[in-house]
Structure formats: C-alpha cells, structure tokens
C-alpha cells in the first residue's frame, strides 16, 4: 500500500517562509496531478496549488505570488514554496497525488504562522 509522506511544516512568523515537501513510500506511474490542500479549523478543505504532468500549476488566489509549487516526476515528489506567509495560511496542509483512476492523501502537515 502507497503512503504519502509529508514533510516541512512548523512555527514561522508572519512574513518568513517554509518549504513543504510529500513524497511517495513506493513509485507511483502515471501520476497526473500533485498538489496541496489546506484546512483551517472551523473551515472546509480547500485547494492551494497543484500541478500537472506537463507542468502548468494552478493556484488559489489567496497564495498568487506568494507560494510556489514545484515536482520532481523521477521521484514522486512535489513541494510547495510557501514566502512572505500570513497568519491566515494557518492551517493543515495535505499533500494530494492522483493518477487517472486512483487518489492519494498525505496525514497532514500543520503550518502556524504567528503575528
């Protein structure tokens, strides 16, 4: 069975960055997005980024600018450059892979920005 494996989250001031990273605990063919989730408490799921096979990336607005995500396709990862953080991107970021006919979630990774 495939786990993701997440890595990278902490305590950061506003303003200071944090790299998260997921990789996979076996390979995984044919992955076709990687991406990143986050939940604060209280709120639903939502999506941050996420990035295809080809490379095109897809960002929620509230991260434009700010965050950057990236994937290594030789070793199932992908990582999310997270600069100039607020205390709203507060939460618990999942780390999602998915194939055409299969998906993956991470456990979770907590990010807290302090102001």
């Known amino acids: 069975q495939v786990h993701l494996v997440e890595s990278g989250g902490g305590l950061v001031q506003a303003g200071g960055s944090l790299r998260l990273a997921c990789t996979t605990s076996a390979y995984i063919f044919g992955i076709n997005v990687m991406g990143w989730y986050r939940q604060a408490p209280g709120k639903q799921r939502e999506l941050v980024a996420d990035i295809r096979s080809g490379g095109s990336t897809n960002y929620a607005d509230s991260v434009k600018g700010r965050f950057t995500i990236s994937r290594d396709n030789a070793k199932n990862t992908v990582y999310l450059q997270m600069n100039s953080l607020k205390p709203e991107d507060t939460a618990v970021y999942y780390c999602?892979?998915?194939?055409?006919?299969?998906?993956?979630w991470g456990p979770g990774t907590q990010v807290t920005v302090s102001s």
């Open positions: 999602n892979v998915r194939t055409s006919s299969l998906g993956y």
